[in-house]
């Protein structure tokens, strides 16, 4: 018996213009595992994350989340794109938090984690509000429900996105360096969720310079350079061992 892997990028190509920005990325992510992917500014990491949910259009290659080809149709040999109505119900299962955490700052924290559960999937509005509030316990902010999101410090309104994602119950959350706009004092906190969240078993892909929490929770490290996926390994011994110059430099830098 073979296990589908939550997520399988197979030569995944991305140009913008004549820039090609991935030049073929493979990578597996097995259910319950952690990847995190480190590299320069530019190397393509944010596209590669963007088009795992379908946010870019990819130029080659293909994309499986749990077993379904993301964002085209398959027929015989040729793949055609899925209508924005389809490609929004395969990302509803993908959950993504950005460096910047995009609150709606006109709604309470309550509101914010609430509103895509009621007007996307039509959850009743108690049963919204019973599963924020567990929510927002979880990411340890239970007494900020009524909370505007300019009231809260940057490390509390990350902990919300994070929340606000798990609302929608998704089977693989993207994160796209979730604590490099905090001042350092709050990453910790962010990172510390994120670890919960790991070993409460979710899937994920994490785009991280947090050295440390690669290491600690990461079952697999990717180094990107240049649309490239240049080494992958297991996190302790790829960063105490880089086999690629180009991975020596990076984490000379980073570490
Ligand atoms: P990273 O996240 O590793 O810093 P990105 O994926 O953001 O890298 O960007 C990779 C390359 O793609 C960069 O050269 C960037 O300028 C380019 N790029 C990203 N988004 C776009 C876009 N929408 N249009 C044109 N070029 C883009
Ligand atoms: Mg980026």
Avoid: W
């Amino acid at each position: 018996m073979t296990i589908t892997p939550m997520v399988n990028a197979e030569r995944v190509v991305k140009k913008f213009g004549s820039h090609t920005v991935l030049k073929g990325c493979s990578a597996t992510v097995e259910k319950g595992q952690v990847l995190c992917i480190i590299g320069p500014s530019g190397s393509g990491k944010s596209t590669f994350l963007r088009c795992i949910n379908h946010l870019e259009k990819i130029d080659g290659g293909r994309l499986f989340v749990d077993g379904s080809l993301i964002g085209y149709r398959q027929h015989g040999d040729k793949v055609y794109e899925l209508k924005p109505r389809e490609a929004s119900a395969q990302r509803r299962d993908i959950g993504m938090v950005f460096q910047r955490f995009n609150l709606f700052p006109h709604l309470t924290v309550m509101e914010n984690i609430t509103e895509s559960p009621r007007r996307v999937k039509r959850v009743p509005k108690a049963e919204a509000e019973a599963r924020a509030t567990e929510l927002l316990a979880r990411v340890g902010l239970a007494e900020k429900a009524k909370a505007y999101p300019g009231s809260l410090s940057g490390g509390q309104q990350q902990r919300v996105a994070i929340a606000r994602s798990l609302a929608m119950e998704p089977k693989l959350m993207l994160f796209d360096e979730p604590t490099s706009a905090l001042d350092p004092e709050l990453v910790g906190e962010v990172l510390e969720v994120m670890k919960q969240l790991a070993e409460s078993g979710m899937t994920m892909i994490v785009v991280t310079h947090e050295m440390g929490f690669a290491r600690e929770v990461a079952d697999r490290l990717i180094f990107m350079d240049d649309g490239l996926i240049v080494e992958e390994g297991e996190p302790r011994e790829m960063i105490a061992n880089p086999q690629h110059d180009r991975t020596k430099a990076f984490l000379s830098k980073v570490l």
